[in-house]
């Protein structure tokens, strides 16, 4: 479902500059300065065939190290928590893996999400029988989750997969699919 306006609309042919409504924005903000808040996969790095291969963009980590000199920020990602560190490497910034469910940052730590283990071990050997049909889906094996790629399966419906893996998921009150 979707929100439409009600009425004609004309095609817009411009936008107003951002910057004339700077100063409404720097009031907004009040005296704490903004954080900026970072996903990895497609954002800071290439998307590619395989989730190994996943760098930073060439020359990005310098201007990210800048940048966090001056305003806090936070990468997020589906990955690993220490994954995501790792590829990234800015001190002092806060790192959100697996969807948000583990956080880490300068002093503190949030971590959700471990009563669902008994559930993913009962769901792993299924999704490996379904890997096992379509060459190419590779199953990965998470702290907090479970991520199936299909990038690679050239013989792989996406919708169909969705719908497998929501039913699949769906058994399991402890689990939910992220897309």
Request: net charge negative.
């Amino acid at each position: 479902m979707h929100a439409q306006a009600a009425g004609p609309t004309a095609p817009v042919r411009s936008l107003p500059s951002a910057l004339e409504k700077l100063p409404l924005l720097l009031e907004a903000l009040g005296p704490e300065p903004p954080r900026l808040f970072l996903d990895f996969d497609g954002t800071l790095s290439d998307i590619v065939d395989d989730p190994e291969d996943a760098a930073l963009v060439s020359g990005l980590q310098p201007v990210l190290q800048r940048l966090a000199a001056r305003i806090p920020l936070a990468f997020v990602s589906g990955r690993e928590t220490s994954d995501v560190e790792g590829r990234v490497r800015i001190e002092g910034a806060a790192f959100a893996g697996s969807h948000g469910l583990d956080i880490r940052g300068p002093g503190f730590t949030h971590r959700v999400g471990a009563e669902a283990s008994a559930a993913l071990s009962e769901l792993l050997p299924r999704l490996l029988a379904l890997a096992s049909e379509f060459p190419g889906l590779h199953v990965e094996e998470k702290a907090l989750g479970l991520a199936v790629h299909y990038r690679g399966a050239a013989d792989v419906n996406p919708v169909r997969l969705e719908e497998t893996l929501s039913r699949l998921a769906g058994e399991r009150p402890t689990l939910r699919l992220i897309r």
